[in-house]
């Protein structure tokens, strides 16, 4: 079972279970390359520690945003379809 995989059975095997500090959430390719693109973030897919700071940093977005953490997730899902150039463009970074 890959990482993707992995994270979206966490997802939805554990998403409503309330028992860890952060409720899991799906890390896939898209996810990872929009946390990249926005953040600088980059992370190793088999990585425990990596998942956990993903976790970290979606939930504090939630937080912040006033919005639950899968909604950050989504969102990094959707940046992530875009790819850098859409990225660029809604930052307004000159290519």
Not at 65 to 75: K, L, Q
Request: proline share 5%; hydrophobic share 45%; with cysteine.
């Amino acid at each position: 079972m890959g990482p993707s995989f992995f994270t979206k059975f966490l997802y939805f095997a554990g998403y409503d279970c309330g028992a860890h500090r952060h409720r899991p959430l799906i890390l896939d390719r898209t996810v990872r390359s929009a946390l990249e693109m926005l953040s600088g973030l980059v992370l190793d897919p088999s990585s425990a520690d990596d998942y956990g700071l993903y976790l970290e940093v979606a939930h504090s977005w939630a937080e912040e945003w006033h919005t639950e953490p899968d909604v950050v997730e989504r969102a990094l899902f959707a940046v992530g379809q875009c790819g850098p150039l859409a990225v660029n463009l809604l930052l307004g970074r000159r290519l």
